[in-house]
């Protein structure tokens, strides 16, 4: 439907005067810059409200716990990022996490490294299986990924006795010094969040591979008439997804110290979440990640913010993601298209 | 049938040769077939080097197929692709292009989301000393390239944001650049204006200059006959003629395309309308100051029952928008709409069918059929209200109105319960009509009703529009086929960008007079349509 | 069995087509399950054991309806398990005033998380799965917030009735199932709102050219989705003697979608299939039973269930691609 309208309904007007035209390019470019950037005014607006009303919220050390408790979403949205330019979705995202943590976790026993490369070797590899499935046998993402979510949480409970067993990181080991160690006060997630959103940013932005993203998710078959290798750049993005769903797993459990098994339940929406928050389009085709680093932080000062509000049951989080969430999505309809709905 | 030339020994290089240049790209005895159908079968083709050679045929001749054959999206069941004589087996578009041959596909060709530049340079970004894309250069190497198509558009803008034509320019620019030595073109010029067809055409002269074949397919004679050197015809998947396009005239030319006599052809005239009609005088449907910021500017029009009024003018002139307005399906800025004297209040579809104007849109994938519904219910689609109770639908009232319906348009379908998506856009187009046609309306909307449709089924819709005119209907017809609408329509309302440009009625409904109109240059403040001077030919 | 009818009639052995898979295949996988549990798991074909199994898998089917009907129109509902929470964190506050009002309060919750739905899908104009997710993460939340965060145990005899007690032998809950399914296939295929959907579902533009009224359908569609999972949370929470909002109906919307997906429906729309859903609830039912009275772990179940998932979605990609 998308790749019909939108050519559709830009070619159907007719040429319009230069002025109008001026006119119409600023709006575009207040949409573009709304989009791009309005989530990034809405963090820094929430940070420094909230920093006048709860002395509490504004000191480096809630910083330093939000960001850190921030990072590993963030590391799992981005993967998602990705996949959502390229028009598709990966709901498996929250099992691939705790699978990861999990294999992490019991790896650890045997060193760093193997506690690094079995989760990234395992979760990569079912992040290629659901591309293959996507690209290759043309199935909907939506639905091997919902396939994979029940598939990657069965293979952690058929590795840990149904979830009866839960592996530990060993004590002081350097696998336990990633995932708690701080570098000026930050924990290690949070700098390696940070390395990995500008690698991210710049293979997007500044790479062909990240070009062909763009062009797969903004008209499939146009990709495919350009020559550009579809297949292979969506079976790409699911293993990348795979691989950062995977590694915050690893990392997750690197700072708890443990393989949990029952975390990342509905992992996936929180990341879609912040995706969409970020301005990145569910359709495919636009998007950035950072607005997706911007998102994640939205919602995890949200999330702060009701747990300084003592009073506040924290159930109260949800709900006013959720708002949040609506406002966003339909703010950015309205900004991106103008309020026609028809 | 005429098997292809062989390849001479000691051609003359060069851009400027005749019939003796080598071939560069050839189809040698390609057959394809797709579940049901046969596509192709033992076609062959040979592009020589620097020719424009045409590619004709009906809908369904298989020229689609031959096409995507030729550039790697399909692969041949038998036969072979050979590119400057040698083999080739091309498993995906990108390997053709890499062999150097590129294709402007006539709808999807582009990324609308991206900027025009990333478009030109997708997939072979320049980069910079790092490996990273090298923004600037890009920028301005696509801006000096789109500068040699005439455009001028800002290469940083999201080509969505374009126009059509310029879209298209901007594919061309990517096709060329890509060092392509065969450019395929699919209808190139179905989106066009004229002035952008121009410009086209001067690109496509260059091309032939610097020695580029170009295998060019389109529908449209003028068009081949200004710019091809030679014709292959297809017909039912086999190939029918291939030689000098100078060798066949226009109406053996469309003889062979029709697979009829050229004599038969001639005596039926090539459109299925009839005689004038002589409509009453009072008007069944009013619309008056049409207005929609940079769609519509005042768009006054009156349709009376028993005529066909045409309504004439350029891609972006507002013709579908002033049917969709007419229809209640685009919201006004301001005017009004009143069908039998009934003004109609706030604008919707469904509004407008209760007052009785239905409208036949003009993309009929999108926005016409039902691909995965039955025939029957695409027929009943608008009329359920009225075949059902309190609710529940009748299926005994529908399907006698929907064997009424089949019979009276000649529907070919195995059934009402096939699927409308099996059918062929001719039949799919007449279920469209039945749809319309069974809620009795008093005026009738047809944009670009025989679009995409076989000649067959294309003279049985003109002349059921004939006979809804006599019956009293009153008809509007938009085409962008000049002959079908001076043969169709009793009154021409001409527009041009969104407002109305002048108005023929009884002699002055002629092409030569439509083209006057539509190639005049807009008026000036205080001239009406009254004004355009109009001159016969003879 | 009607689904082996036309490989019979043919009176050859040919391997099915997946066109016959997607159209039959959920069909002959029930049949499948139940035979082979008649022959090798014991206690299988008793009355408690059917009636358990039939009694699990209503909630499912009551939810996987209303989905089925959104699936239809190329949208999904991700908000359905908030839903059935809402309406049970809302049951023990209304009960004081009856149970009528109580039960009204709980479906009209429902209602009104379809209608924002709804009009979020049709009005606004956005993705479908966005708009629900919006009051999937916020529903829960709110009911959580209704109810404290508290489990209540419900004491009222005529709720409790819901959940335990039977007609004619046959248990209310499936009752209820069973009359809803015939009811949602009379509307779908029967009467024009059904019609419509389908429509709307198989070509959105081209029904609102034909004058449909595509906004209301829509709208229509997501609020009947909304309170038939309100209903499922009500029977649920009868079932349970308690209400739970923090854990009811906690991945509802993946075994609902589930459902409609295995049960042949499209996630293209343009087609609703009733008899598949309530079948596709049942082969995960029957099947998750089946591997437990074999003791096979739970891990095998989830592993099983996305292999079901992904060849039902096989099929119907094979069957779409023609």
């Not at chain 2, 007052?355 to 926005?367: C, I, T, W, Y």
């Not at chain 3, 959907?197 to 359908?217: S, T």
Request: glycine fraction near 12%; proline fraction near 5%; charge should be neutral.
């Amino acid at each position: 439907m998308k790749s019909l309208t939108t050519p559709r309904s830009a070619g159907a007007a007719p040429e319009p005067p230069a002025v109008a035209a001026a006119r119409a390019g600023d709006r575009r470019r207040l949409a573009v810059l709304v989009q791009r950037q309005g989530v990034l005014a809405v963090l820094l607006l929430l940070v420094l409200v909230s920093s006048f009303v709860f002395p509490s919220f504004g000191t480096l050390d809630n910083a330093r716990n939000v960001t850190v408790q921030a990072s590993f979403l963030a590391i799992v949205a981005l993967g998602m990022t990705l996949v959502v330019i390229t028009g598709g979705i990966d709901l498996s995202v929250g099992s691939v996490f705790a699978l990861g943590g999990v294999l992490a976790a019991w790896a650890s026993q045997y060193g760093m490294l193997p506690a690094l490369l079995l989760p990234l070797a395992v979760c990569g590899l079912l992040g290629t299986v659901h591309g293959l499935l996507i690209a290759r046998a043309g199935m909907a993402p939506f639905i091997v990924t919902l396939a994979g979510l029940l598939a990657a949480r069965g293979l952690l409970l058929a590795l840990t006795d149904e979830g009866a067993d839960t592996y530990l990181v060993p004590h002081g080991s350097a696998f336990a010094e990633l995932g708690q160690g701080t570098v000026a006060g930050f924990g290690h997630p949070v700098l390696i969040a940070l390395v990995l959103f500008a690698a991210g940013g710049l293979v997007l932005q500044r790479t062909s591979f990240g070009q062909s993203l763009f062009a797969v998710g903004g008209s499939p078959d146009a990709a495919t008439l350009m020559g550009l290798p579809v297949a292979r750049t969506r079976v790409l993005v699911y293993t990348i997804s795979g691989l950062l769903a995977g590694f915050a797993g690893a990392l997750n459990a690197a700072r708890l110290s443990s393989g949990v098994t029952i975390i990342g339940v509905g992992m996936e929406l929180d990341a879609i979440a912040a995706v969409v928050i970020g301005g990145t389009l569910l359709v495919g085709g636009a998007g950035s990640v950072s607005g997706t680093l911007w998102g994640v932080l939205v919602l995890a000062v949200i999330q702060n913010l009701i747990n300084q509000i003592g009073s506040l049951n924290s159930s109260y989080q949800s709900v006013v993601s959720g708002g949040f969430l609506i406002v966003v999505v339909v703010a950015q309809r309205y900004l991106a298209r103008g309020p026609r709905t028809t | 049938m005429a098997p292809p030339d062989a390849a001479p020994a000691a051609p003359p290089p060069g851009p400027d040769e005749g019939p003796t240049a080598p071939a560069v790209l050839e189809a040698v005895g390609i057959g394809k077939r797709f579940p049901g159908v046969v596509a192709l079968d033992d076609v062959s083709l040979t592009l020589r080097r620097g020719e424009i050679h045409a590619l004709v045929g009906e809908n369904g001749a298989g020229k689609s197929t031959l096409i995507k054959v030729l550039t790697g999206v399909h692969r041949p069941d038998t036969g072979e692709v050979r590119l400057d004589g040698r083999p080739v087996a091309f498993a995906r578009p990108s390997d053709a292009q890499h062999a150097g041959v590129t294709t402007i596909y006539q709808e999807v060709n582009l990324v609308p989301l991206m900027s025009v530049a990333r478009n030109i340079f997708l997939g072979r970004e320049p980069r910079n000393r790092l490996g990273l894309i090298d923004f600037p250069r890009m920028h301005r190497e696509a801006a000096a390239l789109l500068a040699g198509f005439g455009v001028t558009a800002d290469v940083r803008h999201p080509l969505g944001s374009l126009g059509v034509g310029t879209r298209q320019m901007v594919a061309l620019a990517r096709a060329v650049s890509v060092r392509a030595g065969v450019v395929v073109m699919d209808e190139p010029t179905s989106a066009l204006e004229p002035r952008e067809v121009e410009t086209l055409f001067r690109v496509i002269g260059d091309l032939h200059d610097r020695g580029i074949s170009v295998l060019y397919v389109s529908h449209r004679l003028e068009e081949l006959y200004r710019i091809c050197d030679r014709v292959t015809v297809l017909r039912d998947g086999r190939l029918v003629h291939t030689g000098d396009l100078a060798d066949l005239d226009r109406m053996q030319l469309v003889a062979m395309m029709l697979g009829r006599e050229v004599s038969e052809v001639r005596r039926h005239g090539r459109t299925g309308f009839g005689e004038d009609h002589h409509p009453d005088r009072e008007a069944v449907l009013t619309a008056s100051g049409l207005t929609r910021r940079h769609v519509l500017d005042d768009v006054s029009l009156e349709l009376r029952p028993g005529e066909v009024l045409g309504l004439a003018g350029l891609l972006g002139s507002g013709r579908s928008e002033t049917a969709k307005a007419l229809a209640g399906a685009l919201p006004l800025d301001s005017g009004s709409v009143t069908v039998a004297g009934r003004r109609l209040g706030r604008p919707s579809p469904a509004a407008a069918i209760r007052a009785g104007v239905s409208l036949l849109p003009e993309d009929r994938k999108a926005e016409g059929i039902v691909a995965g519904l039955s025939v029957r219910e695409n027929i009943v689609l608008a009329a359920m209200p009225r075949l059902s109770r309190a609710g529940v639908v009748s299926r005994a009232r529908q399907d006698r109105v929907v064997q009424v319906f089949m019979k009276r348009l000649r529907i070919k379908a195995s059934g009402p319960e096939q699927k409308v998506g099996e059918l062929s856009g001719g039949n799919q187009q007449k279920v469209l009509l039945a749809r319309w046609l069974c809620l009795e309306p008093k005026v009738l909307l047809l944009d670009e009703p025989t679009r995409g449709i076989d000649v067959g089924a294309k003279a049985e819709v003109q002349a059921l529009v004939d006979e809804l005119a006599q019956e009293g209907l009153a008809v509007l017809l938009i085409s962008s086929d000049i002959e079908e609408l001076v043969e169709g329509a009793d009154r021409l309302v001409v527009l041009r960008g969104g407002a109305v440009a002048g108005e023929l009625t009884g002699e002055r409904v002629g092409e030569g007079e439509l083209l006057e109109v539509l190639a005049a240059h807009a008026p000036a403040a205080g001239s009406g349509p009254d004004d355009e001077e109009v001159r016969h030919d003879g | 069995m009607a689904e082996l009818s036309p490989a019979v009639r043919r009176g050859a052995v040919r391997l099915p087509t997946p066109a016959w898979f997607q159209a039959y295949g959920v069909y002959a996988a029930v049949a499948v399950l139940v035979l082979f549990n008649a022959v090798f798991t014991d206690h299988f074909l008793t009355g408690a054991n059917l009636r358990t199994q039939l009694v699990q898998v209503a909630p499912v089917v009551i939810v996987a309806l209303g989905m089925a009907l959104v699936i239809g129109t190329e949208g999904v509902d991700l908000s359905v398990g908030s839903v059935m929470a809402l309406a049970a964190a809302l049951l023990p506050l209304y009960l004081g005033y009856g149970l009528l009002s109580a039960l009204l309060m709980a479906l009209a919750a429902g209602a009104v998380v379809g209608a924002v739905n709804g009009t979020l899908v049709a009005v606004v104009g956005l993705q479908p799965i966005v708009a629900t997710l919006a009051l999937f993460v916020g529903g829960r939340g709110l009911a959580l917030v209704l109810a404290d965060g508290q489990l209540k145990q419900i004491a009222n005899p005529g709720l409790l009735g819901l959940g335990t007690d039977d007609v004619l032998g046959v248990p209310v809950v499936v009752l209820i199932a069973g009359v809803l399914a015939l009811l949602v296939a009379g509307v779908v295929h029967r009467t024009t709102f059904g019609r419509r959907l389908v429509a709307i579902g198989g070509n959105r533009a081209a029904a609102g050219l034909a004058g449909l009224p595509v906004k209301r359908v829509l709208i229509g569609v997501y609020v009947v989705c909304g309170v038939l999972a309100a209903l499922a949370g009500v029977l649920a929470t009868a079932r349970l003697t308690a209400s739970d909002p923090s854990t009811l109906g906690t991945l509802m919307e993946l075994s609902a979608i589930t459902a409609v997906v295995v049960g042949g429906t499209p996630l293209t729309g343009g087609s609703v299939r009733v008899l598949g859903t309530v079948c596709g609830a049942l082969l995960m039912q029957l099947l998750r039973a089946t591997l437990v009275k074999h003791d096979l772990p739970d891990s095998t179940a989830q592993m099983a269930q996305a292999v079901i998932i992904l060849v039902a979605v096989y099929v119907a990609r094979e069957r779409r691609s023609r």
